[in-house]
């Protein structure tokens, strides 16, 4: 492989990293902000008095801790991947640095 084909290859595995990383802090947003809307609408739940109410909420709690599941299995998807291409980001820094001691 020449030098400008490893180097285009570690070009696109940064981009693709950096990618997968800001994908992460915004599932991390959005499960810390439906984590929170949880929190809230436990505390609205103790002051409530009418059923209709307490149902609406409660399904409401469920739908976000549906969220939050798959929030976490995303989240755990991607860090697996990330450190895939971490692994291969750094074997192709390494055979790109053989290759220039070669030289």
Do not use: C, H, W, Y
Not at 25 to 31: A, G, Q
Not at 46 to 56: A, E, I, R, T
Not at 66 to 75: I, N
Request: proline fraction near 1%.
């Amino acid at each position: 492989m020449t030098i400008s084909f490893t180097s285009s290859i570690t070009n696109r595995l940064k981009r693709e990293i950096a990618e997968m990383q800001k994908q992460s802090f915004n599932d991390k947003n959005k499960r810390e902000k439906a984590l929170s809307k949880i929190k809230q609408l436990q505390k609205n739940i103790k002051v409530s008095s009418s059923p209709s109410d307490l149902s609406s909420k409660m399904t409401q709690i469920t739908k976000l801790n549906g969220e939050v599941a798959r929030m976490d299995a995303s989240l755990a998807d991607l860090a697996k991947q990330l450190a895939a291409k971490n692994a291969e980001l750094r074997q192709q820094l390494a055979k790109a640095a053989q290759r220039e001691s070669d030289s």
